[in-house]
């Protein structure tokens, strides 16, 4: 059993006799320790924030120029103020900074004051979430893109990132002062908060909504928190060489995916209380976050690399032939963010190039770049349906894209061709579905990757067997080359 960290439950009592007190918005500041001589010297920074300050030196200086992103701040100071936000056109159909043959219709949502640092789809697609810098966490309407509430007994302090229950009935929140809120999302009323001696730089619910799982960027480590009375289950220091950037449940909440600085994936089993893998040397630079398929048998890595990676840690094939599939080309700076569509048939990206990357996963490839945002994205979400994306920026705002008719558009198509694929129509759904002429399987393949998962779905091992295949394909045509 590892030890405990000192977590103390605060209650919304105590908070609100708190709060009175406390100043308004963003107040907490880097502590100051004396120097030798006597003169203030700051502190240790999270490296979550000297992550974000280090990529932006990675990006073509051209680029930013072009960006305007050499504005005279200090993207470490929380209290300076930044530039109000351009305003953003409202005509009928929004269309983005797109190829003229790649349209996708969007709308911008506006309502954050700083950063935008996370964002989910909840409660059926009907209302997504988000946490930001500006100390808050907010609840808005799908249907319309408007706020629906500001959770109270928020943080003093810079929202790192937010997390909903799979049943969408509670929230977390980690915020730059080391503390840890939940929230029940129907009434907005605080449940519990916890303190970390260590800033949290992820949190996550599991999938049955029994434990957040906290990534730690000083302790190099992860704690695992019983979601129902903040008490902790697991707290494992040092576990990492590096500081922890992500963590993930897998779907059956038993399994905690952890990536890090030190360019390392690890996976922790929370009944044995061991380490069940490691893969050292994962990515060639430091992994930003990384998301289960919803069978659980891969993990997707994304990295300052500009790569994602997808390993199949189910079987353990990584250990001899590395990751199942490497997508590159698709972002031209660090990725930040990665997140599998319900049924695995595409996985979705964003990057500090201002880009979200729409992939498909059976083939390997970018089917298309979201264009639009005017800095860093910093994480996206993908809706039950598959029709939209979510997308959070560095811009202090999100974007809502609707991608249902992403394969007839003909920019998506003309690419395919170039790229050697060839389109054929599902004999179940009569959707369009691409597979490399050269696969040994493309004339026997005649139903899209969601049909024959949907065939498969009847039991848990067929549904995985089916995204076996897809990877399996991908992985034997990198093989051949």
């Known amino acids: 059993m590892a030890s405990q960290p000192p977590c103390d439950p605060g209650s919304p009592k105590a908070l609100e006799e708190g709060r009175k007190t406390a100043p308004q918005g963003c107040s907490v500041q880097p502590p100051l320790v004396p120097a030798a001589g006597g003169a203030p010297k700051t ?48 005509p009928e159909k ?9 349209k996708i219709p969007f709308q911008v949502l506006t309502g954050h004051q700083h950063i935008v640092s996370s964002c989910h789809f909840c409660v059926n697609d009907t209302k997504f979430l988000s946490g930001s810098y500006d100390c808050t966490v907010k609840l808005w309407n799908a249907m319309d893109g408007s706020l629906v509430r500001d959770f109270e007994y928020g943080p003093n302090a810079p929202v790192l990132e937010c997390s909903v229950t799979a049943d969408s009935r509670r929230i977390t929140a980690a915020a730059y002062d080391k503390t840890l809120r939940t929230w029940d999302l129907e009434t907005g009323k605080l449940l519990w908060k916890i303190s970390h001696e260590s800033f949290i730089a992820s949190c996550k619910f599991s999938p049955d909504g029994k434990y957040v799982v906290s990534g730690l960027d000083m302790d190099c ?12 289950v697991s707290y494992i220091k040092d576990y990492h060489k590096r500081s922890v950037t992500a963590c993930c449940f897998d779907p059956d909440s038993q399994k905690v995916a952890s ?28 992994i930003s976050n990384c998301c289960f398929t919803f069978s659980g048998h891969f993990l997707c890595t994304s990295s300052w690399d500009k790569t994602l990676k997808i390993w199949n840690v189910h079987t353990g094939e990584f250990r001899n032939r590395g990751a199942c599939v490497t997508l590159m080309q698709g972002h031209e700076g660090s990725v930040s963010s990665c997140q599998f569509a319900r049924d695995t048939s595409f996985l979705v990206s964003g990057g500090f190039d201002r880009t979200v990357a729409i992939w498909d996963v059976g083939e390997g490839y970018r089917k298309l770049s979201l264009k639009g945002h005017n800095d860093w994205v910093m994480d996206v979400a993908i809706s039950n349906d598959k029709k939209w994306i979510l997308s959070a920026s560095k811009d202090r705002t999100m974007r809502l894209w609707n991608i249902e008719e992403i394969d007839q558009i003909p920019w998506v198509i003309e690419n395919k061709k170039a790229l050697g694929l060839k ?21 026997t393949v005649t139903k899209c990757v969601c049909c024959r998962m949907d065939v498969k779905d009847l ?22 080359d």
């Not at 929004?94 to 790649?102: A, H, R």
């Not at 996976?267 to 630079?285: M, P």
């Not at 389109?423 to 004339?443: A, G, H, L, N």
Request: net charge negative; proline share 7%; with cysteine.
């Open 259 to 286: 990536v890090s600085l030190d360019k390392s994936i690890k996976i922790w089993d929370i009944t044995s209380q061991t380490t069940l893998l490691t893969i050292a040397k994962a990515h060639t630079s430091a």
């Open 94 to 102: 929004f269309w983005g900074n797109q190829e003229p043959l790649s």
């Open 459 to 480: 039991s848990a091992e067929a549904s995985s067997s089916q995204e076996k295949d897809s990877l399996a394909r991908r992985c034997s045509l990198d093989e051949d």
């Open 423 to 443: 389109v054929k129509q599902c004999e179940e759904c009569d959707r369009p579905f691409s597979i490399y002429e050269s696969d040994i399987f493309s004339e």
């Open 221 to 232: 480590g992860i704690c695992i928190i019983d979601a129902e009375n903040a008490t902790t």
């Open 43 to 90: 502190s240790w920074l999270p490296c979550a924030a000297l992550i974000k300050a280090y990529s932006h030196l990675q990006l073509p200086v051209l680029e930013v120029r072009r960006g305007r992103m050499l504005v005279p701040r200090n993207p470490l100071n929380m209290d300076q103020d930044l530039p109000p936000p351009e305003k953003q056109p409202m």
